[in-house]
């Protein structure tokens, strides 16, 4: 009779262990779940804020473009007008920062292929977790058993997925602060343009 209930007792023992951890293996799988679809969410904002930088650097380009322009034409202007031979004549813009604005981007050209990486992270390369794999110890070997293999496996494959989801976040943010720092100088690049093309518009008219 002692000897029965012993193992009774072991038996309800052994039970609520797993159960608790089957319930544990829930947890993780579920916790896994939720960080997987933040990385994902995040991975889709950081697309459309690149998408948005791009625009707006490819904007500030055509405003250079446009500058150079009126540039030219303002030049032009002063020929007819006789203020060639004018010291003040021509933009003094032009004639200290010709080839500034493309520089800006053949800098980072350079820094992207004259940048030291120390070890390419490997992705997608590591060996998955199959359907069948083994990742509790049997002692009941039962369905509950089971479910804990699956949801491990599933954890482990998860996880694999969210540390290339990780690296990718990192390499697309140094690639927008690249981009950033360079649609801040290309605007301040703008700035002074501006400034000078306005200027010399002022004196050709002024001596129109």
Same mark, same amino acid.
């Given at each position: 009779?002692?000897?029965? *209930?012993? /193992?009774?007792? $072991? ?11 089957? /319930? ?24 459309? $804020? ?13 405003? &250079?473009? *446009? ?19 004018? !010291? ?10 010709? *080839? ?13 292929? &004259? ?5 390419? !992270? ?7 977790? $199959? !359907? ?12 509950? /058993? ?10 482990? @494959?998860?996880?694999? *997925? ?35 093309? @306005? ?7 002024? &001596?129109?």
């Amino acid at each position: 009779m002692d000897g029965g *209930g012993m /193992e009774d007792r $072991q038996q309800t023992y052994g039970d609520r262990l797993t159960d608790q951890s089957l /319930e544990s293996t829930r947890r993780m799988l579920r916790l896994t779940n939720e960080s997987t679809q933040i990385g994902v969410d995040t991975l889709v904002e950081l697309d459309a $804020q690149g998408e948005q930088l791009d625009r707006i650097e490819e904007n500030l380009d055509d405003i &250079n473009d *446009g500058l150079k322009r009126s540039e030219k034409t303002l030049n032009q202007m002063e020929k007819c007008c006789g203020l060639c031979l004018c !010291p003040c004549s021509g933009s003094s813009f032009a004639k200290h920062n010709r *080839g500034a604005y493309r520089r800006l981007d053949a800098d980072d050209y350079e820094s992207d292929r &004259n940048g030291v990486i120390t070890e390419e !992270p490997r992705r997608g390369q590591r060996s998955r977790a $199959q !359907p069948g794999d083994r990742f509790v110890e049997r002692v009941t070997n039962d369905a509950r /058993e089971d479910e804990m293999d699956e949801n491990l496996g599933q954890v482990s @494959n998860m996880l694999d *997925g969210l540390r290339d989801m990780a690296l990718d976040i990192g390499d697309t943010l140094e690639r927008q602060n690249d981009t950033l720092d360079r649609v801040n100088k290309k605007a301040d690049h703008n700035d002074v343009h501006l400034e000078s093309v @306005n200027k010399q518009s002022r004196r050709v008219l002024r &001596n129109a």
